[in-house]
């Protein structure tokens, strides 16, 4: 329930991390201006005793963020990709959020196996180890099926796990809605919205039914991609609860020095691990949208294995297509064709100057090239951006956030590998490549015969449009125009014209 309750769930969560220690850590290491952090912590110190007390053998924002829940551990993963947002230190104290939190009894995990899949552990795994991996939503055990001996990894969602995410959501919901009414220059960024998305995706992480089927679908779509893997889901054997996937074997990949020490080439996996989330992006409009290192892998021969499929990403052909465009418009640096594809794809009101616009974007993209990567501060680039998004009125796409986020997750992941990597130059063989597939005239001329097709299977149906549109122009008070029912009825008849030369002409091809 979204009700007011909810402002105690907030309070706490302010009083959490003032307890820990928190509040100080993090403000300081993400350069809050010295203002706003005097001011949180004048807030935070009064409710100090509420706060959840946490285990103290943890850093101080691991701590926090551990205490309060689920939906707060989701948070810390991210940040723990961006040690230039939060600094060396803090995010290699949150990569323990990844997979290292505590587990819960292996008894526990047995039974829900026997409650969801209607046979006892012995009888289904010839082995079923102590948990491998723990993270905020389940765990992992290492097993071997008893009918072929194969490996295999069981992941078991947490006891109430479900109830845990609901309580923090709801409490974003009302945060969100409080943020709105008292700052009505925050809703162009709909953070209602955001949350509401938020939701959505969590709710399909809970399933794991729904996993299982998005790693099928992912392992089909990237069967080809040289030097990576997708470990296959053994369906009779996952559930709403339980989930059963082929075992995968190698490095984390946020354990750079193994790697390292294995022989792989990092810069090598940097570019790779960056080119790949392109490619499945614009080329299957379907992504992994929680690569972090913890659910990364280097296998023996130097692929990158990939897996935990709770969360993933689609996006249709037209928003790839308005993406890769903006995306080779700041590698050329023709900021002029940004803002174009900004305005003709509705991201900022027309009622806003192109050329001020596009001055704005070259602003934001001419420091990144040309410089030392290690030298781009991605905290007061993300700043000046947020900026440039509140002069020209832009709101927030929530079909572009799970985009956004693994885009920066991914960066973050690739800059462990390599501090010096340039995401840009990386990037542009593969946008480029994406480019002269899909925009351009043989992109057109595909576009005409899927066009073609629909038309095709409704034409059948043609006459009967044509009189039904007859029908209401005529019965229609007051009639219209000849002109616009002629203009119907020619729609009509074109598109059957058009539906069936194109059928032709798909026929022929």
């Known amino acids: 329930m979204r009700g007011p309750h ?25 350069e809050v201006p010295p203002r706003l952090r005097l001011a949180a912590r004048i807030f935070g110190w009064p409710f100090k005793f509420l706060g959840y007390r946490g285990d103290p053998a943890q850093p101080p924002v691991t701590r926090a963020l551990t205490a309060l829940g689920p939906a707060y551990i989701k948070f810390g993963q991210v940040l723990s990709t961006r040690p230039d947002v939060v600094g060396e230190e803090l995010s290699d104290q949150l990569r323990v959020l990844q997979d290292k939190l505590p587990p819960f009894p292996t008894k526990v995990a047995k039974q829900t196996v026997a409650d969801e899949l209607g046979q006892s552990v012995e009888a289904l795994f010839s082995e079923f180890s102590e948990p491998v991996a723990a993270a905020s939503i389940a765990q992992v ?47 162009r960024l709909r953070p209602s919205d955001v949350i509401s998305h938020f939701e959505s995706v969590v709710t399909g992480e809970l399933d794991l039914r729904l996993e299982s089927s998005s790693a099928s679908e992912f392992a089909a ?18 559930s709403r609860r339980v989930m059963t996937l082929g075992w995968a074997e190698g490095i984390p990949l946020g354990d750079v020095a193994a790697i390292r020490a294995a022989g792989h080439d990092c810069v090598a996996l940097s570019e790779r691990v960056l080119q790949l989330f392109l490619n499945h992006a614009l080329r299957d409009g379907y992504f992994h949208a929680d690569m972090h290192q913890g659910n990364l892998k280097v296998a023996a021969n130097g692929d990158i294995i990939a897996y935990d499929f709770g969360i993933m990403g689609s996006i249709d052909e037209y928003t790839r297509r308005v993406y890769a465009e903006i995306l080779i418009g700041f590698i050329r640096k023709d900021y002029r064709r940004v803002a174009e594809v900004h305005f003709e794809a509705g991201y900022v009101p027309r009622d806003r100057d192109v050329d ?4 704005a974007l070259r602003a934001v993209g001419e420091p990144i090239f040309g410089m030392d990567a290690t030298r781009i501060s991605m905290a007061r ?12 009125g832009m709101e927030t796409r929530t079909e572009l956030i799970l985009l956004q986020r693994t885009m920066v997750v991914v960066e973050g992941v690739a800059r462990s590998l390599n501090a010096n990597i340039n995401m840009w130059q990386v990037a542009r063989p593969v946008v480029e490549l994406y480019i002269r597939e ?20 409704f034409g059948p ?49």
Do not use: C
């Open 221 to 238: 779509n990237t069967e080809k991609d040289e030097g990576f893997q997708v470990p296959k889901p053994v369906w009779n054997l996952s």
């Open 461 to 509: 149906r043609l006459p009967q449009i044509a009189e039904a549109l007859l029908v209401r122009q005529t019965e229609a008070p007051p009639p219209p125009p000849r002109r616009s029912l002629a203009g119907a009825v020619l729609l009509v008849l074109l598109g059957a014209a058009i539906a069936g030369g194109g059928v032709a002409l798909a026929a022929l091809l």
């Open 438 to 457: 899909n925009i351009g005239p043989q992109a057109l001329l595909r576009d005409l015969l899927r066009t073609a097709r629909v038309l095709g299977r």
């Open 381 to 392: 680039l993300l700043s000046y951006l947020f900026e440039v998004t509140e002069r020209f």
């Open 356 to 359: 001020e616009f596009a001055r």
């Open 141 to 187: 055990h290492r097993a071997r099926l008893a009918e072929t001996g194969e490996e295999v990894a069981v992941k078991v969602l947490r006891p109430g796990i479900e109830r845990a995410f609901q309580r923090d959501i709801d409490a974003f919901h009302f945060a969100a809605g409080l943020i709105e009414a008292l700052s009505p220059a925050s809703r």
């Open 6 to 30: 909810n402002i105690w769930r907030l309070i706490r969560t302010g009083a959490t991390f003032e307890r820990t220690g928190a509040m100080k850590v993090a403000l300081e290491a993400m």
